[in-house]
């Protein structure tokens, strides 16, 4: 069977209810998670921790706009609650959970568009649905 390929334009991010796939140049959901391992001297047992989950976007800024991501981050953070994500590929299932928001970078090179990395904290689980 053929592998086929999926790149990242097939990704959608949404965020608080609001598609941010335009502004959006990477997008990953990672997880960690740890074993935790008991060895005696008759036997031994493992226990799979919980995973934490972090999203991490590169976005381009986009300050000059009163309905920008980076506006509604801003807001997001001050506030200080959580907020609805999804990340969805085409064709495929698609990743639920709430992120904590976090605020963003402002600036950058002269030569460059402004881009900024951001790295949320998930808070709770993460849902995907095939």
């Known amino acids: 069977m053929a592998a086929n390929v999926i790149t990242g334009r097939a990704l959608t991010i949404t965020i608080d209810g609001d598609n941010w796939s335009s502004q959006t140049a990477e997008c990953t959901l990672t997880p960690t998670q740890s074993i935790t391992q008991y060895i005696t001297l008759s036997d031994s047992a493992a226990i799979v921790n919980p995973a934490t989950w972090e999203l991490t976007v590169r976005a381009m800024q986009d300050w000059d706009d009163a309905s ?45 568009a402004l881009e900024s990395d951001i790295t949320f904290p998930v808070d709770g689980a993460v849902t995907y649905t095939p």
């Open 68 to 112: 920008s991501l980076f506006e509604a981050l801003w807001t997001s953070a001050t506030a200080g609650t959580a907020v609805a994500f999804t990340l969805a590929v085409a064709g495929g299932g698609s990743f639920t959970g709430n992120l904590l928001p976090v605020f963003p970078s402002a600036g950058g090179a002269a030569d460059a």
